[in-house]
């Protein structure tokens, strides 16, 4: 920070932050950085407030242009930004739809401009689905998109076309509209970013020359983690081998965290470029996410004579009822039991002296994170294992984004025997398509999958219930289950009413997967 008084001229106030360069002097912090880093960072590696840490950027940018002569255009400028965002604010409520009613009510109307939103999910859920739907229904007029191209960002696969031209002639929204009001590939950009580097050129640079130059309403990044992943987990596994010395084994620690923090810092440079591009620009920005398995701690053990509590009478209750065997039938002399035993369990202890080892901290982030990962809010059944995911890049990457749409999915087994007739409600019971997890039946192949789009968190739209709307995957794109599931029901019931076999009623499943 020794610097500060050669760059700038004679006139610059630095008696107004003197509590703050000694502490950036001490931690050699320059003029250069405070001008290119982000202030967050910068703070944290100074140990200084953020907000007094922006004030001095100001004040130096403000002194800079003053001394070049340019601060009269600056000045201009701003104004005409900052009125172009009070009008883009003042302006009407505007969304991308998924070209269905019942996803479009689940997710408040749709996928809003000026957000940040991601689409999560395991492999096979959809999410290239979605956002091929998305790419076209963002040329569409209000209200199911927003008139302007899209551009599609990809850090994998490139842009599926042909799946694109097959949405184009099959979606009846698509195929009944004129010509002059189709979607069109040509409308629709793309371009490959293999790495971070220039993943962050082509999203600092050319994404907003992009926008202004061909009229985009919808950037799509598919996928985020990707690069993030192939950069950061490059040889992750070399420091742990079993041969290795204690400095080694400190080092690579040492390496792995320092590794982290980079990776810290870019995920918050990249969730700030985004949003500013959202909000700047008035587009919707949408990412997809992949997910990584996630173990659980096993849940607690029974309670046992073992377990203590903070109240006396209540441990020797518990103590003396585990060695207390069920009475029979009979009376107590005749089954077996002692003498005064009962079936009463003991009385709950005094309020405030639940066991200690019990209660699971409900301010870690295990316990947490499954309101805002959308994976294990919802406890699975006694037939069905959870199946826990975690949406890539943690914590971190969560609060850069505005909303999260979790696709999950689940498989649905062969069952040996797959037709049990009408339920006691009047619907068609198949052993492996109730509406429990997914996965009843009993058989071990897999006959076909279960997906669900859930909001997990957003500001427009409230937490979805449960594990959401159940979708399909069809040739005219992602449906929502409901009406197809009600066209299969009814003909089924019509099946079982003239008595066909088991054969036939399979072979009617299998047309609704």
């Not at 922006?54 to 930004?81: F, M, P, T, W, Y």
């Not at 619907?427 to 999958?449: A, F, L, P």
């Amino acid at each position: 920070m020794s610097d500060l008084h050669h760059v700038l001229p004679d006139g610059f106030p630095a008696h107004h932050f003197s509590h703050l360069l000694p502490s950036l002097d001490r931690h050699r912090v320059t003029t250069t950085d405070i001008l290119t880093l982000d202030a967050v960072d910068l703070a944290k590696r100074a140990q200084v407030p953020v907000a007094e840490l922006r004030k001095l950027q100001q004040a130096i940018v403000s002194a800079l242009h003053a001394e070049l002569g340019v601060a009269d255009s600056v000045e201009a400028a701003d104004a005409g930004n900052n009125a172009a965002a009070d009008g883009w604010h003042a302006a009407e409520w505007r969304t991308i739809s998924t070209l269905d009613d019942r996803l479009d009510a689940e997710l408040g109307g749709g996928i809003p401009a000026g957000y940040l939103t991601e689409i999560t999910g395991e492999s096979g859920a959809g999410k290239t689905q979605f956002l091929l739907t998305l790419l076209l229904s963002a040329q569409l007029p209000a209200p199911h998109g927003l008139s302007k191209s899209a551009l599609y960002i990809s850090t994998e696969a490139p842009l599926a076309t042909t799946r694109l031209a097959q949405l184009l002639n099959q979606h009846p929204r698509l195929t009944s509209l004129p010509p002059s009001s189709k979607p069109s590939l040509s409308r629709i950009l793309s371009i490959q970013t293999p790495d971070l580097e220039s993943q962050d050129h082509i999203l600092r640079y050319q994404l907003p020359v992009a926008i202004q130059r061909h009229n985009v309403g919808l950037v799509v990044l598919d996928s985020v983690a990707a690069n993030y992943r192939a950069e950061f987990e490059r040889g992750g596994g070399s420091g742990g081998g079993g041969g290795g010395s204690e400095k080694d084994g400190g080092s690579s620690r040492r390496a792995v965290g320092e590794a982290m923090a980079h990776r810290t810092a870019q995920l918050v440079q990249l969730g700030a470029l985004l949003r500013s591009v959202a909000r700047t620009h008035g587009v919707a920005v949408v990412v997809a996410n992949q997910v990584s398995d996630r173990f659980s701690a096993p849940p607690p053990p029974p309670p046992s004579s073992t377990t203590t509590s903070r109240h006396p009478s209540y441990n020797s209750t518990v103590s003396q009822t585990s060695r207390v065997p069920t009475p029979g039938p009979g009376p107590p002399s005749q089954g077996g039991g002692v003498a005064g035993a009962t079936s009463t369990p003991p009385p709950p202890p005094p309020p405030g002296t639940a066991p200690l080892t019990l209660s699971r901290d409900p301010l870690t982030l295990d316990h947490q994170q499954r309101w805002f990962t959308g994976w294990g809010d919802v406890r699975a059944s006694s037939s069905a294992s959870e199946n826990l995911k975690t949406p890539a890049l943690g914590l971190v990457w969560a609060n850069q984004i505005a909303a999260r749409i979790a696709l999950l999915k689940a498989p649905v087994y062969n069952a040996p025997n797959p037709w049990i007739g009408l339920a006691a409600d009047g619907r068609v019971d198949w052993r492996g398509e109730g509406d429990g997890d997914g996965d009843e039946g009993g058989g071990t192949e897999i006959k076909r999958w279960r997906r669900w789009m859930k909001v997990v968190f957003a500001p427009w739209a409230p937490p979805s219930v449960g594990r959401g709307v159940e979708y399909v995957i069809r040739g005219r794109g992602v449906v929502a289950a409901g009406a197809v599931a009600g066209v299969a029901e009814g003909k089924a019931k019509e099946r079982a009413k003239v008595g066909l076999g088991e054969g036939e009623g399979e072979k009617k499943c299998v047309e609704d997967k």
